[in-house]
């Protein structure tokens, strides 16, 4: 009778610890922030860098009125702190703000730079859970990008900064995903004008094949940077897709190397590597790796579809890439098709 009971409970500990690991494992439905319509007010924000002058912020403005957008600048919007656009208390209120507005309904962030990390602690995400509208921006804005996918659990968008240059490329792609709830998919551009500029419409395919995921990601060094806080979702079965400037190849190795240690390479389902401008060896005597031999060392023992030169990273053209959809990359041929719409 003691033997059958102990392997009752055995068993009834087997069960409930297994219902526990698959509550665990389901992600919850992810939330589609509304379209942009021509009229809406979009909220300006600097939660990083500081912008050098007040006409640079007059042009950010006329950028989105030239969207058929409203800006509407944050109460701190041209504050300045050291190297960054006003303390973290101050910046951390102005993104809180814009999400509690309920006359708001995106967000750009005017640039990037260093210190979105620093106001993680101070954002709001209660109200900002329930009030889902989009966050746009890349680089530094990568820190508030993934900390939304952990724990506000709707789409934003790795796009152009405000103070970006929005050519046609960039803005056909942002109007296709933010205003069109399209579906589009994002090829690199071969016009001659590109490939001499940033050498793009060159891809490598590291791994053939097609790869179905969540899109996550961003840049790689704020990446590497929030491993083992509380600000990171789960990589499990995802696409993710990385891009940097200004780092060396020993540089991406070790952020790779990180990344492999935590665990995070060995869950995704697929690597798309965008630009990585000014990534070259330097005068360092950690030179003898290209960026692309470090890229294949990383990726093509993962066994599963990577390719390099995606077009986003910090270059004048690039995607607009929703975190959280559903998306198919083909690493042959260096595209990626989001599989639903970001907005609802």
């Given at each position: 009778?003691?033997?059958?009971?102990?392997?009752?409970?055995?068993?009834?500990?087997?069960?409930?610890?297994?219902?526990?690991?698959?509550?665990?494992?389901?992600?919850?439905?992810l939330v589609k922030p509304p379209r942009l319509r021509a009229g809406d007010m979009v909220g300006l924000i600097e939660p990083a860098g500081f912008s050098d002058d007040a006409f640079d912020l007059d042009l950010v403005k006329d950028t989105i009125l030239a969207m058929g957008l409203k800006p509407k600048a944050a109460p701190h919007l041209a504050g300045r702190y050291g190297y960054l656009a006003g303390t973290d208390a101050d910046r951390a209120a102005d993104v809180n703000a814009m999400f509690a507005d309920p006359q708001v309904r995106a967000v750009f962030a005017v640039r990037g730079g260093w210190g979105c990390a620093r106001i993680l602690p101070r954002l709001d995400f209660a109200t900002i859970?329930?009030?889902?509208?989009?966050?746009?921006?890349?680089?530094?804005?990568?820190?508030?990008?993934?900390?939304?996918?952990?724990?506000?659990?709707?789409?934003?968008?790795?796009?152009?900064?405000?103070?970006?240059?929005?050519?046609?490329?960039?803005?056909?792609?942002?109007?296709?995903?933010?205003?069109?709830?399209?579906?589009?998919?994002?090829?690199?551009?071969?016009?001659?004008?590109?490939?001499?500029?940033?050498?793009?419409?060159?891809?490598?395919?590291?791994?053939?094949?097609?790869?179905?995921?969540?899109?996550?990601?961003?840049?790689?060094?704020?990446?590497?940077?929030?491993m083992g806080t509380a600000y990171l979702p789960d990589f499990t079965g995802a696409i993710l897709f990385i891009e940097d400037i200004g780092e060396q190849p020993y540089r991406i190795d070790?952020?790779?190397?990180?990344?492999?240690?935590?665990g995070v390479l060995g869950k995704l389902a697929g690597v798309a590597f965008g630009q990585c401008t000014d990534c070259g060896p330097g005068g360092t005597s950690y030179g003898g790796f290209t960026l692309s031999e470090v890229l294949q060392q990383h990726l093509e023992p993962l066994a599963i579809p990577a390719f390099q030169g995606g077009q986003f990273g910090h270059v004048a053209n690039q995607y607009s890439l929703p975190l959280g959809v559903e998306a198919e990359m083909d690493a042959s041929a260096g595209t990626i098709r989001l599989l639903e719409p970001a907005v609802s």
């Open positions: 009778m003691r033997m059958d009971r102990r392997g009752a409970l055995t068993g009834m500990g087997a069960m409930l610890a297994a219902m526990s690991i698959s509550a665990r494992a389901a992600p919850a439905p859970r329930k009030n889902p509208k989009l966050l746009v921006g890349f680089s530094d804005i990568t820190a508030l990008h993934l900390a939304f996918a952990a724990k506000a659990g709707f789409t934003t968008i790795h796009g152009p900064n405000a103070a970006s240059s929005w050519g046609a490329f960039s803005w056909d792609a942002f109007r296709a995903v933010a205003f069109d709830a399209a579906t589009p998919t994002f090829t690199t551009p071969v016009g001659q004008e590109d490939r001499l500029a940033q050498r793009s419409g060159r891809i490598r395919t590291f791994r053939p094949g097609v790869a179905r995921g969540r899109l996550l990601g961003g840049n790689l060094t704020v990446l590497a940077a929030l070790r952020m790779l190397t990180q990344l492999s240690l935590a």
